[in-house]
Nanobody
Framework: QVQFVESGGGLVQPGGSLRLSCAASGFIFRSYAMNWYRQAPGKERELVAGISSTGGTTNYADSVKGRFTISRDNVKNTVYLQMNSLKPEDTAVYYC???????WGQGTQVTVSS
């Protein structure tokens, strides 16, 4: 069964940093691209960052470019999202998912507030 388990969220002050992790299972992780998404209260879920199966190609939403970094460990079957210079508008529930297979996990809450 394909599964995604996100962790690492929390409350952080503006300008702070967090590192999110996503443990994937139930499929051949190293063969698939992975994405991070987020959903803020009252808003649609949006794509934040993506990474190719090998990690050689990454892409980012304009709103996070230069502040967030996506990476992966194909031995640990884990994808990461390093978030720096956090802003209040980054507050959301963050999810990881393979774009085509599996269902959404529970996500991890990130709150940026002073």
């Amino acid at each position: 069964q394909v599964q995604f388990v996100e962790s690492g969220g929390g409350l952080v002050q503006p300008g702070g940093s967090l590192r999110l992790s996503c443990a994937a299972s139930g499929f051949i992780f190293r063969s698939y691209a992975m994405n991070w998404y987020r959903q803020a209260p009252g808003k649609e879920r949006e794509l934040v960052a993506g990474i190719s199966s090998t990690g050689g190609t990454t892409n980012y939403a304009d709103s996070v470019k230069g502040r967030f970094t996506i990476s992966r460990d194909n031995v640990k079957n884990t994808v990461y999202l390093q978030m720096n210079s956090l802003k209040p508008e980054d507050t959301a529930v963050y999810y990881c998912k393979q774009p085509i297979i599996g269902r959404w996990g529970q996500g991890t809450q990130v709150t940026v507030s002073s």
